[in-house]
C-alpha cells in the first residue's frame, strides 16, 4: 500500500508504542488531524490549548516513553515551546510535528494567516532549534530518513525533535531513497569501557561504606531495572535526589530515604557524605536538586555514570554510554560472591509517621502530608507541580510500584495538571493523583475537562492556601500582591467544566479531609479536592530551604 | 535620587502612558515585581498564566498605543511567545521585561531551575529576537541608552522588544553615561518625499473615482486623525479591509462598508476594483485580509503608503514614514478648493437589518448578527476572536466611536478573551464587549477571573456551536472528531471563578437571546452569556469563504 508522509510518520510513531496524539487541530495541519482520526490504532487527543496539549504529551512520555504533540504553524507551536523547552531539559523524548503552509505558499513568500506579515517561513522552525535534540522540514524525498534520523535522535537523547510537514508534501506519496542511509548514534567507546569498569568496580570493592545515587537519567535510559537488580545482589545501599523520587522502589529494605543536601533528614545526609563511593548513575546537582547546592560529597568520593560519560576522581571519560557502562557493570557485579561488598549501617527510609492534628484542627502540614501518604496504594502515579505541595508531599515513603513526577529542573508551574492527564492517559489502569497549588493550577486547569471526556477518574487535590506561597517565603516582601491569586470557587469548577458526576469538596479542617480521603476509598468516580490551609502553611523541608535561598538568589 | 535599573525602566514606561503592568511573578523576576509594588502610580495585574498575561498586555496596547508584560527566565518568557509573536506580526507595541538569573549564576554556567540543566543562559534571549525589534541585556551601565534605545525602537516600529534583566543588576543603581548616545530613528528622506507627494496629489486630483482603504497601520502610527480630517475635507469615500475595521468612524456618510475582495457586498467590490485611484494606507493584503486572495485592484490604480515606504504605478520609493507623507498630504490638500474632487456615486455602508428569527425560534446568523448590531452603543469596545463569530459580527455597522478588535494576520483564537481584559484595563470607563467561540474560549477562559478581581463589567458571549466550526467548514471531513471540543457548562464558569455577582445565561432561542440583551441594557453586573447555535450555522461570508479557501490550502 503506498502510504503518505503523514501515514508513514505516524505508523512509525505507532511502532514506539504511541497510540495518543496530543494537540489542538489547525488548518495547517489538517493533514496530521485527518490522519489520526481515519487511522484506527491511534486517538486524537484535543486539549484545551497547546502547552496544556505539549505539558499532556510530557506527561505520557514519562510513563510511556515516548509522546507525539501535533500543533499547527506559528500560532500553534510557539504556544508549546515552554513545555517542549521542559521535556528537553528534563529528557522526555517528544515528537512535534508541526503543520505549516503549502510549499508553494512559502516559495512565494505569500502573506499568510498565522505568520509575521513578511512573507519569512522560518522563523518559528528556527526557534524550535534551540529546543529540540533534531529537526527537519519532511518532504516526500526526504520522509523515510529523516524520520528515521529524528526518531533515533529522540530515542538516543531522549529529547523532543521537530517535524515541519508543510501541508502539500505531508499528503503525497512517501518516495522510498535510492540509497538508504541509515542514522549515525554515537556507540561507546569499546576502549574506554573496557579501561573504566575495572575503575569503577576497584573503588567499589575497596568501599568501606559504598552508596548509590539513583537518577532519574536512569529511568529513562531505561536502565533502572538493571540497577534494582545489581541493588539487589550487592546489597549497597541507595538514596535518591528530589528529582529523582521513585526512580527505585521505595519499600527495598535498601532505600535510606531522599538526600537533600543540609537541608533535611540529617542521618541520610551523614550516611552520603560520609560514603567513601558514591556512585550517581544519571542525576544532576541543579539548585532544587541538591539541597540548594548544599550538597557536598567529595570528588574524590563519587562516580559519576551519566548518560555519555563516566567521572571518576575528577577525571572524565567520554563516548561511553550509562547503559553500556551499567550493563558491563552488572554482568561483573552478578558473578562475584556477596561477601565482596563492605556495609557499614545504613539509616532506613522513615514514613513520616502519624498524622498529628492541631487544637484548631485547621489543616497544617504536620496532618496533611502524613495523612496523604496514607492514602497512597501500590502503583499509583502522583503528579506534582514545583511549589509547597511537592516540597512536603515528597517525603512520604511510597508502596511499591507508585511513582512520583514533578518538575524539578525545568519548574513550569501549571504542567502538573496536563502532565496528570497524559499519564492516564498512556496508563488507564493505574490510579492517577494529582496535587497540585492552586496558584500553578489556576495556569492550565481547565485541562481537568479532558480527564471526564476521556472517561478517566483521576484524583485531584488543590492546596488552596491564598496565593503563591513558595514566592511569599522567597521574596523580599511576603505580602506584596503580586503573590496573591485571583478568588476562586475551585470546588465548584468541575461540574463547570463538564465533569458531571465528580464527588467534589473543599475541606478546611483535619476532619473534613480525613472524611473526603475516606469517601474517596470507595468511590467509582474522579475525585477533586480543594483543601484550604493557612497562608503561611509550609513544610519543613521549605521553611528550611528557605533560609538558605535568599542569599542565592543574590549571589 | 538614586535610582535602581528597574526604577529608572519603569518610570520610562510610566512617562509613556503604562500604568499598569502584566504578567506573573516569578524569583528571577521579583526586582520588577517588588518595584511594581512598591511604587504608587503603576499597577501590578497579575494574570493566571503568561499567555494570557501578554495577550493582556497587546489588548491593553491596542487601546492606549503601548504596554509591558514581566515574565520570569525560561518557563515565563517562552509561554508569552505566541502572543509577543502575534503582537509583532500585528504591531502592537509591548516591552517585555524578563527577569534572569543573577550574573554570576550566569557567568559561572550554574545548573539552576527554569534552565535546559546545560549551563547556557543565552538560549531563551536568542529564541526572543526572532520575534522582536530589538532587544538588550540590562545592566547598571547600559541601562539608560539602551532604555532609550528599545523605546525609540518600540515605537517606531510598533511592535515588541525585550529588555533582559538579571536579577542582581535589576537592583543596582542606574549608572549615567559619560557619552549620551541618542539613538537614531530613520526620518524620511525629504527629497523622495518632495518628489512623492506632487505624484500622489496629480493622481488623486485626476482621479473619477477615488476611493481610501483606510489600514490598521495609520491608527498605529498615529495618522488616523488626520486621515479623518482628510476625508472629511476631500469627500472622498472610504472602504476597510477585515484586520482594519473600524479604524475609521463607521458613522460617516462616506464610508461604504467593508471589501472583502470577491466574498461579499458586491456593490463595495465594484467600487473599489473600479476606482482609479485607490489609496491604500497602511493594510497589508493578507490572505484573510484580502477575501482569500481575491481582491482585485489593478496595479496602476493603486497607491500604497506604507510605513515606511509608497508603491506607485508599481514603483517602490522607500525611506518616506507614513506619518511624514499623510501629513504633507493633509496640508496640501486642506489648501485646496473643495470642488477639486470628483466624485463618482458611491455605496453607503449598510447595516446588518432587522434580526430575523427562523421558525423553530433557534438561534441562527439571520437573528444573532443583526440583533447583537442593535445593541452595539458609541465607544464600546469590540474583542473578537478568529473564527465564525467575528465573521458574522465584523460586518455590523458600528456606533461612533465603537472599535472592533480582531487579530486577522496572527490569528491566534484564545486571544480575544484575555485581550478584552487588557481593553477593559486600559479604558475603563468604556463599555467592553468580549464576543468569543467556545472552541476558543477553552485556550485562555481562566482569565474571565480577572475582570471580576479588578473590579471591570465586560459584556462576555460566548458562542456555542459544539466545535471548532471553522474548522469543521474548511477541512475535509467536517465531522471528524477532532473538531469536537469538551463539552463545558459555560454558563457556570464565572460563578466557579469567582465572578460572584455577575449575570449569567444560556440562550438557545431568540427570544432567550433578546431577554438576555434586553436585561443587559440595565444591568449594573458584567454579563456572560452563552449562545447556543446549530454546529453548522455559520454567517453568509464564512459559507462564500468556504467555497474558496480549499483551493488555497491545496495551492
Redesign the interface.
Known amino acids: 500500500m503506498k502510504e503518505t508522509v503523514v501515514e508513514y510518520i505516524l505508523s512509525k510513531l505507532y511502532q514506539l508504542g504511541i497510540e495518543d496524539i496530543f494537540g489542538?487541530?489547525?488548518?495547517?495541519s489538517?493533514p496530521v488531524?485527518?490522519s489520526?482520526?481515519?487511522n484506527s490504532h491511534q486517538r486524537?487527543v484535543?486539549n484545551?490549548?497547546?502547552?496544556n496539549a505539549a505539558y499532556a504529551a510530557d506527561g505520557y512520555a514519562r510513563i510511556k516513553g515516548v509522546a507525539a504533540l501535533s500543533t499547527t504553524f506559528?500560532?500553534g507551536e510557539?504556544?508549546a515551546?515552554?513545555a517542549i523547552?521542559?521535556s528537553?531539559?528534563?529528557r522526555v523524548p517528544i515528537f512535534h510535528l508541526v503543520g505549516m503552509p503549502?510549499s508553494?505558499?512559502q516559495k512565494k513568500q505569500?502573506?499568510?494567516?498565522?505568520?509575521?506579515?513578511d512573507g519569512n517561513y522560518d522563523?518559528?522552525y528556527?526557534?524550535s532549534q534551540?529546543?529540540v535534540c533534531a529537526h527537519a522540514i519532511i518532504t516526500p524525498e526526504n520522509c523515510i530518513e529523516e524520520t528515521e534520523r529524528l526518531i533515533a535522535c529522540a530515542l538516543h537523547e531522549r529529547r523532543p525533535v521537530y517535524f515541519g510537514l508543510p501541508?502539500?508534501y505531508a499528503v503525497k506519496t512517501v518516495i522510498k531513497p535510492f540509497h538508504h542511509v541509515v542514522p549515525l548514534i554515537p556507540n561507546s567507546c569499546s576502549e574506554t569501557l573496557k579501561n573504566i569498569i575495572p575503575l569503577i568496580l576497584n573503588k567499589l570493592i575497596n568501599s568501606q561504606q559504598p552508596c548509590i545515587l539513583a537518577g532519574s537519567m536512569s529511568l529513562r535510559l531505561g536502565v533502572a531495572n538493571t540497577l534494582q537488580t545489581i541493588i539487589e545482589k550487592t546489597k549497597i545501599p541507595y538514596t535518591t535526589l528530589f528529582m529523582d523520587k521513585s526512580v527505585l522502589d521505595e519499600t527495598n529494605t535498601q532505600y535510606i530515604g531522599m538526600y537533600t543536601g543540609q537541608i533535611l533528614t540529617p542521618q541520610v545526609t551523614s550516611f552520603v557524605e560520609s560514603s567513601d563511593c558514591v556512585i550517581n548513575i544519571g542525576t544532576?546537582?541543579?539548585?532544587?536538586n541538591s539541597g540548594c547546592?548544599t550538597s557536598n560529597i567529595k570528588i574524590e568520593n563519587i562516580i559519576h555514570i551519566m548518560e555519555d560519560k563516566v567521572i571518576i576522581d575528577g577525571q572524565c571519560y567520554n563516548n561511553i554510554s550509562m547503559k553500556d557502562v551499567v550493563l558491563a557493570l552488572q554482568n561483573r557485579l552478578l558473578s562475584l560472591p556477596t561477601s565482596s561488598f563492605n556495609h557499614h549501617k545504613s539509616p532506613k527510609a522513615q514514613s513520616l509517621g502519624q498524622p498529628i492534628a492541631v487544637e484548631t484542627n485547621e489543616i497544617t502540614e504536620s496532618y496533611l502530608y502524613p495523612r496523604l501518604e496514607k492514602m497512597f496504594r501500590p502503583n499509583d502515579i502522583i503528579f506534582t507541580d514545583?511549589g509547597t505541595f511537592s516540597m512536603g508531599l515528597a517525603f512520604s515513603l511510597l508502596p511499591k510500584g507508585a511513582s512520583f513526577h514533578s518538575q524539578?529542573?525545568?519548574?513550569?508551574?501549571?504542567w502538573a495538571t496536563p502532565a496528570a492527564l497524559g499519564a492516564a492517559l498512556a496508563s488507564p489502569s493505574r490510579r492517577v493523583i494529582l496535587a497540585t497549588g492552586e496558584g500553578a493550577h489556576?495556569?492550565?486547569?481547565?485541562e481537568i475537562?479532558?480527564f471526564?471526556?476521556f472517561g478517566l477518574k483521576p484524583i485531584i487535590f488543590v492546596l488552596n492556601n491564598d496565593g503563591?506561597l513558595i514566592?511569599r517565603l522567597?521574596?523580599?516582601?511576603p505580602e506584596?500582591?503580586?503573590?496573591?491569586?485571583?478568588?476562586?470557587?475551585?470546588a465548584?469548577?468541575p461540574?463547570?467544566?463538564?465533569c458531571d458526576d465528580w464527588y467534589c469538596k473543599k475541606v478546611t479542617t483535619c476532619d473534613e479531609l480525613n472524611e473526603a480521603l475516606q469517601a474517596i476509598e470507595t468511590l467509582d468516580t474522579a475525585a477533586y479536592i480543594e483543601i484550604v490551609t493557612d497562608r503561611y502553611d509550609a513544610s519543613k523541608y521549605l521553611i528550611k530551604m528557605r533560609e538558605i535561598i535568599s542569599s542565592i538568589?543574590?549571589?
Not at 48 to 51: G, K, R, T, W
Not at 110 to 117: D, N, P, V
Not at 480 to 490: E, F, K
Request: charged share 15%; hydrophobic share 40%.
Open positions: 489542538v487541530p489547525g488548518d495547517y489538517f488531524n485527518d489520526v482520526c481515519a486524537w484535543g484545551c490549548n497547546e502547552l506559528g500560532v510557539l504556544s515551546l515552554n523547552a521542559g528537553y531539559a528534563e503549502p508553494l505558499t505569500r502573506i499568510s494567516h498565522h505568520t509575521l506579515g522563523v518559528f528556527k526557534m534551540h529546543i501541508a502539500d544532576i546537582l541543579s539548585d532544587f547546592y514545583t524539578s529542573l525545568w519548574g513550569s508551574i501549571g489556576q495556569l492550565t486547569m481547565q475537562s479532558q471526564a471526556r503563591y514566592e522567597f521574596c523580599k516582601e506584596y500582591y503580586y503573590n496573591d491569586v485571583a478568588q476562586w470557587n475551585y465548584q469548577l461540574l463547570a467544566l463538564g538568589y543574590t549571589n
